[in-house]
């Protein structure tokens, strides 16, 4: 391998941040083309990926034993105001990685996710409700909500007004408490007061209804 495309790969795998995806870049590299120094270099990064995903594991040990020892009210007003501790998930390649999990005759809701709370280890909040406490309704709508915002939030400030004043921003049903992307508390942008301000604060419209939006925005 050339010094140009070892320098790459050495790059793309520092920025990696997903062990399970350092794992399957590590597993296609034919070490026959590498030299001595360079097989010297990536036994390094090697290590150093190990140490990083073994402080994680520790993180989320952790973690996890604070989640499972959470009564069902802390566990609900964790969901609710989306406290939950935060900490790299478990992939295949960890030793706590559970390929089946027992499941439950619980219907959707809080009392199912109780009950599966040690799911979170490997699997992201988000999945992790969509999984267990959303209908199948409200996994539409909350599909649905991500397209339309995140087209939103990748509108420019001259399209984004524009949108506002024809009123042809996408149309989707506002994030509610327990939704995966339910926000309690939003940080607020500055701006001056109207179209400015609703630009900067666009993203408010996840759980704002739209009339409501322009009045806190005084338009």
Not at 65 to 75: K, L, T, V
Not at 175 to 194: N, Q, T
Request: net charge negative.
């Amino acid at each position: 391998m050339n010094a140009t495309e070892f320098e790459s790969l050495i790059m793309k795998i520092y920025l990696l941040s997903s062990f399970s995806d350092f794992i399957e870049l590590l597993e296609s590299i034919d070490f026959d083309y590498l030299n001595e120094e360079q097989e010297r270099r990536l036994a390094e990064v090697c290590e150093i990926k190990k140490n990083e995903n073994e402080r994680d594991a520790e993180v989320r040990k952790v973690e996890m034993e604070a989640i499972m020892d959470m009564s069902f009210d802390q566990f609900e007003q964790a969901i609710d105001f989306n406290s939950l501790p935060p900490f790299v998930r478990a992939c295949r390649f960890d030793d706590d990685y559970i390929p089946v999990f027992r499941d439950t005759n619980h219907s959707q809701g809080l009392v199912r996710a109780y009950a599966h709370r040690s799911e979170l280890a490997q699997t992201e909040r988000d999945t992790f409700i969509a999984n267990h406490i959303l209908s199948i309704e409200d996994a539409a709508e909350y599909e649905n909500r991500k397209q339309c915002m995140d087209i939103i939030l990748e509108l420019t400030e001259p399209q984004f007004t524009g949108a506002l004043k024809t009123d042809t921003l996408p149309r989707f049903v506002r994030a509610k408490v327990r939704d995966p992307d339910y926000v309690f508390l939003y940080r607020e942008f500055s701006g001056a007061h109207g179209y400015e301000y609703a630009f900067w604060n666009r993203q408010k419209l996840r759980t704002l209804e739209l009339d409501h939006f322009k009045r806190i925005c005084g338009i």
